[in-house]
C-alpha cells in the first residue's frame, strides 16, 4: 500500500515526507497522530518542499498538533505559494478576506481564491461561490420567563452589528468590481462578477448577466472566463452550444488553463461535440497535471481504473486519486472513498475507510461525496443507520445540483424514510428530477402515475414514462428488479412485442441476470402471475434466442422451467432447447476433440467456424492469458450462444478477438448457434464425414453428429480407425435420411418439402424411426415438428 511506500522513502524524500504526514494529519487510513504529522512536515520545509510549507502552515492555522499563530500560518503559506500551490493560494486567500496575520484586503483574496480553483481545490470554488453570503444569526428560545433572555437578545444585537458591517464591506467590494467592469473594461473584475450572478453571491442570482460577464471577460482573451463560457454553452439550456462551447474550451486549453484542459480531455474521452479519442483525452489529463491541477489527477485515475486508453491498474489509480486528494480536489476525495468500497484486485474493502472519505468530500460541499455518505447512512456502510442525516444529505446533494439526490430525496418523501411520508412532495421532486433526464426518476414517476403517489391514476402517463425511461437505463446504474417491474407492467398491458425487445436489449447490451437480484426476467415470464399463456412462449423463445441463460436458479433454488404450469408448454421448452442442450453437453464431454485452450479440449472446426478466424499459436497465446473461469464461460458461449454471469465479463474476451459487439449479439443464442449451423453446412471445404445412402453422399461434420446423436457418437468412441465414410445400416430412403441431416443443422424441418411430395405419411413413419434409430434428443424439436405434421 502506499502508506507502507511512503515510510520508506520519508527518510530523505521531502515529498514523501509531506504525504506521509498527510496520512497522519488525516488519521484516515492510519491512526491520526498530529505531533508526528508537525515533525514530518518540519522535515519536509527544510529542504524547501511547498506542500510541506503549506501542511505546517494549515497546522498552524487550525491549531493541529501545534499553537494557533496566524502570523506564521500567513509566512508559511507565503513561502507554499511560491510554487504555485493551489491549497495554499486558498489559505492565503482566508488570510486576506479575514485579515488573519495580515491586514484585510478582500479583492486580494478573492483573485487567491480564484487562483486556488484553477488548481481545481474544492475549498477555494466554495469560497468564490459564498464568501459574500451572510447569515442572520436567530434564537429558537422564545421563553420569555428565561432568565438568559437578555443574554441571548445581547449576542443576537452584536450579530446583527457585525453581519452589517460586513455586508458594507461587500456592497463597496462588488461596487468597485462593477465599476472596474463596466468603465475601465477589466476582465478579471468581469470575471468575478460572472461568478457572482452565477452563484448568486452578494449579488442576486442572473444567469444571464453572469453570461455576459463572461463573455467580455473571454473577449479579451482571460482563460478563466473562455473556460467558464464554455461550460455556460454546454449546461445552460436556452443557449446549448456544443460547437460553441468547443471553441470557448479550445482556446482556453491553448492558453494553457489547466482546467480547461481537463475538460477537453473528458470531451475526448465521451466523444462531447466530436469522436471518442481515448489517445487525446489522456494526452490533455497529462497536460494539465502538469500544471497542478488537481482534477485532472482523479480523471487520469478514473482511466486507469476502467482501463480507458491506458492499461487497467487499480495501484495507479488509487496513487492518482491519493494526489488528488492531497491537492485538494474533493472529486478524488469521493474517487478514494469509492476505491475502498468495492471489490477491486489489491484492495480489501474496508467500509471505514470509505464512509470517512466521502465525510471529508461532503464536508467541502461535494454533491457526490454527500450523494455517497447519505447511502453511507442510510444503509450503514462504516457507520450506524441514520435516516434522518442520510435525508438531510440528499437535500444537501440536491440543493448542489446533484440530480441523483434529488430522486433519492423523493424516495425518503414516498417511503418516510428520514423524514414524514408525503407523496406529493415525492411526486414534485420525482418530476423536477425527471425534466433534467434523471432515468431513476422517470422510472418512479410512472409509479407514480400507475399506483396514483401523490397524483391521480394515468395508465397512458405510466406508460409514456417507462417507455421514455428505457432509453436511458443502465444496467449498472438501475437495478434488475426495476426492469422485472417495467417489464411485468408491458407485458401486463400487452405492450408491443418490439418494446418488450427494447428490455431484453440495452446499449447494444443482451439482458442478464445480475448478482443483486435472485429472480429473473425468465422466472417472471414463466410464471402465470405476470404473464398471459398467449404471450408466454413469444417471450421464452425471443430470450433463449438471444442468449438468456435459462439454467440460473433462483433464491428458493427453482429454475424458470419449474414455474410453467401447463403440460403443452413444457413440451414446447424442452423441444425450443434441445439443440442448445445439445451443444452445452458436447462442451461437456472432452472426448473426440482435438484441440486444447487454456486446458479445455474443443473442437477446432466449431471453435474456428464460431470464431470467424484460424486458431494459431499467437491466438492461442492470447486467449490463455484470461483467467480460466472467464475462459471457460467465453468458450461455453461460442458452444452453445448462452451467456454466464455478465456480458462484459465474456465479451472482454470476445473484444481481444476482434469480435465487435454486434456480431457478438448476433452469434448469441439459439438463432445465433443455428445462423453458424447453416453457414457451416454450406461450407464445402470443412466436412469430415460422408453418410453414404443409396449410393449418394450426404457431407457432415463429426463434432455435429456425436452432439445431437448418441448413436453416432457411441460409434466414433467404440471404432478407433473409424473411417470418414460410413454407409446407413438403417435401411431409410435418401430423402428421409436427407431431411434428418439438414434438421441437425437448421432445428427445423422442411415442412413444405414433405407436403409436396406423394410420401407424406411414409416420410413422417420414417423419421420416427431414424430418430429412435440414431437416438437423437427426446426432446428434440423433431418430435414437436412431427407432432404438428401427424
Known amino acids: 500500500m502506499l502508506f507502507e511506500e511512503l515510510k520508506r522513502k520519508s527518510r530523505d524524500k521531502p515529498k514523501a515526507q509531506a504525504k506521509l504526514g498527510f496520512f497522519y494529519f488525516e488519521g484516515i487510513e492510519v491512526k491520526q497522530d498530529l505531533k508526528k504529522a508537525v515533525r514530518l512536515f518540519m522535515l519536509s520545509t527544510k529542504n524547501g518542499h511547498s506542500m510541506g510549507y503549506f501542511w505546517l502552515g494549515e497546522c498552524y492555522y487550525l491549531g493541529k498538533g501545534v499553537s494557533q499563530s496566524y502570523n506564521k500560518a500567513f509566512f508559511y503559506f507565503k513561502q507554499a505559494c511560491k510554487e ?21 484586503n478582500i479583492l486580494r483574496s478573492l483573485n487567491y481564491y480564484l487562483l486556488s480553483s484553477e488548481c481545481a481545490v474544492s475549498n477555494s470554488d466554495n469560497r468564490l461561490s459564498t464568501c459574500f453570503k451572510t447569515t442572520n444569526h436567530t434564537s429558537t428560545n422564545k421563553n420569555k420567563n428565561d432568565p438568559n433572555r437578555n443574554l441571548v437578545n445581547k449576542k443576537k444585537h452584536q450579530q446583527k452589528q457585525k453581519q452589517t458591517k460586513l455586508s458594507i464591506q461587500y456592497r463597496k467590494t462588488i461596487f468597485e468590481l462593477k465599476k472596474r467592469a463596466n468603465s475601465k473594461n477589466d476582465a478579471q473584475a468581469q470575471l468575478l462578477l460572472g461568478i457572482f450572478y452565477k452563484n448568486g453571491n452578494g449579488v442576486g442570482k442572473d444567469l444571464n448577466l453572469a453570461f455576459e460577464y463572461f463573455k467580455k471577460s473571454s473577449k479579451q482573451g482571460n482563460p478563466i472566463a473562455q473556460r467558464k463560457l464554455a461550460l455556460r454553452y454546454l449546461k445552460d439550456k436556452n443557449r446549448k452550444n456544443i460547437e460553441k462551447s468547443f471553441h470557448w474550451n479550445k482556446l482556453s486549453a491553448d492558453n494553457n ?8 480531455g473528458i470531451r475526448y474521452l465521451n466523444g462531447i ?4 479519442n481515448l489517445e487525446k483525452g489522456i494526452e490533455n489529463f497529462k497536460r494539465s497535471i502538469k500544471l497542478k491541477n488537481s482534477n485532472a489527477y482523479n480523471s487520469l485515475g478514473i482511466c486507469y481504473l476502467n482501463g480507458d486508453g491506458v492499461p487497467r491498474d487499480n495501484q495507479i489509480a488509487y496513487k492518482l486519486f491519493f494526489k488528488s486528494h492531497y491537492l485538494g480536489s474533493s472529486n478524488g476525495t469521493v474517487s478514494l472513498g469509492s476505491i475502498f468500497e468495492r471489490l477491486l484486485e489489491g484492495f480489501v474493502i474496508d467500509n471505514t475507510k470509505a464512509f470517512k472519505y466521502y465525510w471529508k468530500a461532503s464536508e467541502n460541499n461535494n454533491d457526490e461525496g454527500q450523494y455517497s455518505l447519505a447511502f453511507c447512512y442510510l444503509q450503514g456502510i462504516g457507520t450506524i443507520v441514520d435516516e434522518r442525516k442520510a435525508f438531510e444529505l440528499f437535500k444537501k446533494s440536491a440543493k448542489n445540483g446533484n440530480i441523483s439526490s434529488k430522486n433519492s430525496s423523493a424516495v425518503c418523501y414516498e417511503k418516510g424514510r428520514g423524514c414524514k411520508k408525503n407523496l406529493k412532495k415525492a411526486f414534485k421532486l420525482y418530476k423536477e428530477a425527471a425534466q433534467k433526464d434523471e432515468p431513476n426518476a422517470i422510472y418512479n414517476l410512472g409509479i407514480c402515475y400507475l399506483k396514483e403517489k401523490g397524483c391521480k391514476k394515468n395508465v397512458g402517463k405510466a406508460y409514456d414514462f417507462f417507455r421514455k425511461s428505457l432509453q436511458y437505463d443502465h444496467f449498472e446504474e438501475i437495478t434488475i428488479i426495476k426492469n422485472l417491474n417495467k417489464l411485468m407492467f408491458l407485458l401486463k398491458h400487452n405492450a408491443p412485442l418490439e418494446e418488450i425487445k427494447s428490455v431484453f436489449f440495452q446499449d447494444d447490451q443482451i439482458y442478464f441476470q445480475k448478482k443483486k437480484s435472485h429472480f429473473t426476467v425468465l422466472h417472471m415470464v414463466c410464471n402465470k402471475k405476470y404473464c398471459n399463456q398467449m404471450q408466454r412462449i413469444e417471450y421464452i423463445k425471443l430470450l433463449i434466442d438471444i442468449g438468456y441463460n435459462y439454467l440460473i436458479p433462483d433464491r428458493n433454488n427453482r429454475m424458470a422451467f419449474d414455474y410453467l404450469a401447463k403440460e403443452n408448454e413444457k413440451q414446447k421448452w424442452f423441444y425450443y432447447t434441445s439443440i442448445i442442450d445439445d451443444f452445452i453437453n458436447l462442451f461437456q464431454r472432452e472426448e473426440l476433440t482435438d484441440m486444447v485452450i487454456n486446458n479445455k479440449p474443443i473442437h ?4 474456428e467456424h464460431r470464431l470467424g478466424m484460424k486458431i494459431n499459436n499467437t491466438v492461442v497465446q492470447v486467449l490463455e492469458s484470461f483467467p480460466r473461469p472467464q475462459m471457460l464461460s467465453f468458450l461455453k458461449w461460442v458452444y452453445s450462444g448462452v451467456v454466464e454471469k455478465n456480458y462484459n465479463y465474456i465479451f472482454a474476451v470476445a473484444k481481444v478477438l476482434n469480435i465487435s459487439s454486434e456480431t457478438f449479439i448476433s452469434k448469441s443464442g439459439r438463432l445465433g448457434i443455428i445462423k453458424d449451423l447453416k453457414s457451416l453446412m454450406d461450407n464445402n471445404t470443412s466436412y469430415d464425414f460422408f453418410y453414404i445412402v443409396n449410393k449418394k453422399e450426404i457431407k457432415s461434420h463429426k463434432f455435429l453428429l456425436q ?10 468412441l467404440i471404432m478407433k480407425n473409424f473411417s470418414n465414410r460410413v454407409k446407413d445400416y438403417s435401411k431409410k430412403n435418401y430423402h428421409t435420411l436427407s431431411l434428418l441431416f439438414n434438421f441437425l443443422y437448421t432445428d427445423q424441418l422442411d415442412l413444405e418439402f414433405i407436403k409436396k411430395t406423394n410420401i407424406n405419411k411414409k416420410i413422417i413413419n420414417e423419421l420416427e424411426d431414424v430418430t429412435e434409430y440414431y437416438q437423437l434428443n427426446r426432446n428434440s424439436n423433431l418430435i414437436f415438428y412431427l407432432h404438428k405434421l401427424i
Open 273 to 276: 461535440g466530436m469522436k471518442t
Open 257 to 264: 488553463n489547466s482546467g480547461a484542459l481537463n475538460n477537453l
Open 707 to 716: 452432439a445431437r446423436s448418441d448413436l453416432f457418437r457411441s460409434m466414433f
Open 84 to 104: 504555485k500551490n493551489g491549497r495554499a493560494l486558498g489559505r492565503l486567500g482566508d488570510c486576506y478576506f479575514y485579515g488573519y496575520g495580515v491586514e484585510k
Open 604 to 607: 477446432r472446426i466449431w471453435v
